[in-house]
């Protein structure tokens, strides 16, 4: 069963399997355990992302977040049954730690700069595919695996989807910064209008630190209308500014979960 709903498509995606024409009418693979709505939209737009991309050999970025766990998962469902070759690139402890815990084969920007396709979350993505990126924390490493293909596949679920940014997503766009800059630059974003906070650890005293030793600033900007791009380049020229989470012109296609297991696929080329 096809639905066309704008500029993207709906499919029906159960048991792994699917049509563009029909509705596969197996029950989901994972019916016979409960999930939460929320889950199963994650684990639908993974598995379907995971196998529309991977048919052969080839180099992988592995993404962070609740999302990449079930792509790794699919994934090396697909290299064991298939006997595949696949270097996987982490952007973060976390996703290294899931290609190891996976068995699959670890590698490096050093070893394989060129990636043909790179996996990851988003904590929104508006009707022009631009997402913000980082609330995990890994938001640097996330932009520099994803620079280094000309296929940023994103995997989330129906919450994500937005018409502008800062619909759904009120926690605002994480910028990492240097940490004796973060009181100036704090500053200059609330000049452009919001409000940036320093983000706080929880299970510690203190501020988060991420894996490149910095600070992170939720800037929860209170623009209409915005131009992205423009915005993303000002800031990262503020000194001290490691990074935003905005990727602007990045994605090359969104695969957005929903609650009852189908999956609504958005590309870059319609957007």
Not at 18 to 28: A, E, P
Not at 189 to 218: H, Q, Y
Not at 256 to 267: A, E, L, N
Request: glycine share 8%; with cysteine; aromatic share 6%.
């Amino acid at each position: 069963m096809r639905l066309s709903f704008g500029l993207c498509r709906k499919i029906f995606y159960r048991g792994f399997s699917h049509s563009h024409s029909v509705c596969c009418k197996r029950k989901n693979s994972y019916s016979s355990v409960k999930m939460d709505p929320a889950e199963m939209s994650k684990k639908a737009a993974a598995c379907k992302a995971i196998d529309d991309h991977i048919k052969e050999n080839c180099t992988v970025g592995i993404g962070s977040g609740s999302t990449i766990v079930y792509a790794v998962e699919q994934l090396a469902k697909k290299v064991q049954k298939d006997d595949l070759k696949i270097p996987c690139v982490p952007t973060s402890i976390q996703a290294k730690q899931l290609i190891r815990h996976h068995k699959l084969c670890l590698s490096d920007l050093e070893e394989t700069p060129e990636l043909d396709f790179v996996f990851d979350g988003a904590d929104e993505v508006d009707a022009k595919l631009t997402l913000i990126k980082g609330g995990g924390g890994c938001l640097t490493q996330e932009k520099i695996v994803a620079s280094c293909t000309k296929n940023l596949i994103i995997l989330a679920d129906h919450r994500k989807d937005s018409i502008s940014l800062g619909t759904n997503w009120t926690k605002g766009i994480p910028i990492e910064v240097i940490p004796m800059a973060y009181i100036p630059i704090k500053n200059r974003l609330e000049a452009m209008g919001g409000v940036a906070e320093l983000r706080m650890a929880k299970s510690k005293a203190g501020p988060v630190v991420t894996d490149n030793g910095n600070f992170i600033l939720d800037w929860k900007f209170t623009l209409t209308n915005a131009d992205w791009k423009t915005i993303d380049q000002k800031i990262t020229c503020f000194p001290g500014v490691v990074d935003t989470g905005l990727f602007v012109d990045m994605a090359s296609k969104v695969y957005f979960g929903q609650p009852d297991g189908t999956v609504i696929v958005k590309d870059k080329k319609d957007a």
